[in-house]
């Protein structure tokens, strides 16, 4: 991600992870989760019908999963160098 529009005032950070690729059946539990999540986060919150958790269900042979835990985050910021240009 980036932030900034002249080049002296960019900067920005990349998210360093280890990542695991998986699929089905834990596909469809972490599927079923962010489904869950979703449903939660509306007003009102409601509970997914069986016939969405049906076809997530069903769409989960076809997907993978890409969980992944963060090791380290990377940032940079080009308005460091403007400190050290003589004569600005």
Do not use: N
Not at 15 to 20: S, V
Not at 26 to 47: I, N, Q
Not at 69 to 77: E, I, S
């Amino acid at each position: 991600m980036k932030d900034g529009f002249d080049y002296a005032d960019l900067g920005g950070a990349i998210l360093e992870a280890d990542m695991e690729i998986v699929r089905d059946p834990k596909v469809t539990e972490m599927s079923f989760k962010l489904v869950d999540g979703y449903a939660r986060a509306v007003e009102p919150p409601c509970a997914p019908s069986d016939a969405m958790r049906a076809h997530v269900a069903a769409q989960a042979s076809k997907r993978v999963g890409l969980p992944f835990a963060l090791t380290g985050p990377v940032t940079w910021g080009h308005c460091k160098l403007r400190e050290t240009v003589p004569g600005d």
